[in-house]
């Protein structure tokens, strides 16, 4: 990685100890989407613009580092009322971080993983920003039409893969 990026944090990994719901969604790979919680401890930045390695930007959202509000995260396309953990801006702070620990620890997580976590968490307390931030691709009929109408383009197309980058770009 660092012959890749010119600053490397390395972090521990943190693992789901109580994987039930993991297996529920088939969904085992992300044993680890804990270790998302590290964010919260790098104090040392007054802001974070999180990006999940299965985004793709299409460019640099440097306005998200201008959100006054302690966390921000765009809505989840599978429930509207839950927001995604694909594209999150926070300001990083030892409180938060201790209290993620101390709900992962007790397996405190609707879907076991780091989504499930952090709406608990943070449950309304969030600053909701523009979906057009993570993009889901769907196949749902009325996705391609929203797309086209949509005032703000997307900005960031989450879950990958070259099929899909073709057909949003």
């Known amino acids: 990685m660092l012959t890749v990026y010119d600053h490397v944090i390395p972090v521990p990994r943190l693992r789901n100890e109580r994987p039930a719901n993991l297996y529920l969604m088939n969904r085992a790979d992300l044993h680890s989407a804990f270790t998302k919680i590290n964010l919260w401890k790098q104090t040392q930045f007054s802001k974070i613009v999180y990006i999940d390695a299965d985004v793709v930007a299409y460019r640099a959202p440097d306005e998200l580092f201008s959100i006054p509000h302690p966390f921000s995260a765009a809505p989840d396309i599978g429930w509207p009322d839950l927001f995604n953990s694909g594209v999150m801006v926070l300001t990083p702070n030892m409180g938060d971080y201790y ?45 391609l039409p929203a797309y086209h109408i949509t005032e703000s383009p997307t900005k960031t197309l989450s879950h990958c893969n070259p099929i899909i980058r073709r057909a949003y770009t």
């Open 99 to 143: 209290a993620l620990v101390a709900m992962a620890e007790r397996g405190i997580s609707f879907d076991g993983a780091d989504q499930g976590l952090l709406n608990m968490h943070f449950g309304k307390n969030y600053n909701r920003i523009s979906f057009t931030y993570n993009v889901t691709p769907s196949a749902h009929y009325q996705y």
